[in-house]
């Protein structure tokens, strides 16, 4: 029984020192792969020139108010120049900084013109009277190609809309006060206000400019209307209401707030041979002298 007993002994033993035996090369494969994959990682990542390109983030606590917080700022390491295959060398473009967008100023009249004195006036008598189909002006407006210096005749007859603006007598002159009305044809080789019902052109802001033979003033859109051609109240100065007299060009400056007013007007819609409405821009005179 002891022998039997010592042979069992031996013998498990010996297999223990064999595993063990039989273990160390694979710890050293182990050990050697993994040697190997931190050398080539070494050579072929981190040794990189894209790797030594990116940025590195460091963590700085700092203390404000009491309270510890974390914020990240970034640092930028040197790029090299890269080697092309052919021999060349590449150095990295640098980026310049983009430099902010400027808004352009909108265009104004009112830059081209000298500034006016407070209460500027010239007199009446500079002005004089203007014969029936008398050029007295001409007629610009900002962002319309087809009303650029187009000619202003004293009446509204049809011999005088055929060779441009008409002004409508009775109303106002510019510098006068009130409301000066000009009327034109709005198609056709007669077509001198053909743009006038443009929203797009004609919104509130929209300078026109008149050059008068006494001075240049200028007017600033503040309304649309489309009106049936029988209304009248952008037109007539004088109207009878209620067994009064009525001043349509005071309730009008009233209304809008402004001293003078011009009324441009002109049949609607375009493109149709016969039209029963009207289309007007009203402005507000922001330039000129006044000579009433």
């Known amino acids: 029984m002891n022998g039997y007993y010592n042979y069992s002994k031996e013998s498990k033993g010996t297999v223990a020192k064999r595993r063990a035996v039989l273990l160390v090369p694979f710890v050293f494969f182990a050990v050697a792969v993994a040697l190997i994959c931190a050398f080539m990682a070494d050579v072929f990542v981190f040794g990189s020139p894209y790797w030594n390109a990116v940025f590195t983030e460091t963590v700085v606590e700092t203390e404000q108010e009491n309270l510890n917080y974390i914020s990240k700022e970034k640092t930028e390491r040197p790029v090299q120049p890269q080697?092309?295959?052919?021999?060349?060398?590449?150095?990295?473009?640098?980026?310049?900084?983009?430099?902010?967008?400027?808004?352009?100023?909108?265009?104004?009249?009112?830059?081209?013109?000298?500034?006016?004195?407070?209460?500027?006036?010239?007199?009446?008598?500079?002005?004089?009277?203007?014969?029936?189909?008398?050029?007295?002006?001409?007629?610009?407006?900002?962002?319309?190609?087809?009303?650029?210096?187009?000619?202003?005749y004293q009446g509204d007859n049809s011999s005088i809309l055929s060779q441009g603006v008409g002004h409508l007598y009775g109303s106002s002159f510019p510098g006068e006060g009130g409301v000066c009305v000009l009327p034109a044809h709005v198609s056709g080789r007669l077509g001198y206000f053909g743009n006038l019902a443009n929203t797009d052109i004609y919104k509130e802001g929209t300078q026109i400019k008149l050059d008068t033979a006494y001075g240049v003033y200028v007017y600033e859109v503040v309304h649309t209307e489309i009106l049936n051609y029988t209304d009248t109240k952008y037109v007539r100065k004088y109207g009878y209401e209620n067994g009064k007299t009525v001043n349509y060009y005071d309730i009008l400056t009233e209304k809008f707030g402004a001293d003078e007013l011009l009324a441009m007007y002109t049949c609607y819609p375009a493109g149709t041979s016969f039209r029963t409405q009207r289309y007007f821009v009203i402005a507000r005179r922001i330039y000129g002298y006044s000579w009433r």
Request: no cysteine; glycine share 8%; charged share 25%.
């Open 83 to 152: 080697q092309a295959e052919d021999g060349v060398t590449v150095t990295p473009p640098v980026l310049q900084p983009m430099e902010p967008e400027t808004e352009e100023k909108p265009f104004s009249y009112l830059d081209e013109l000298p500034s006016l004195e407070e209460n500027a006036y010239i007199s009446s008598a500079e002005v004089g009277g203007f014969a029936l189909g008398e050029l007295w002006a001409t007629i610009s407006v900002n962002g319309d190609e087809l009303v650029q210096e187009i000619p202003v």
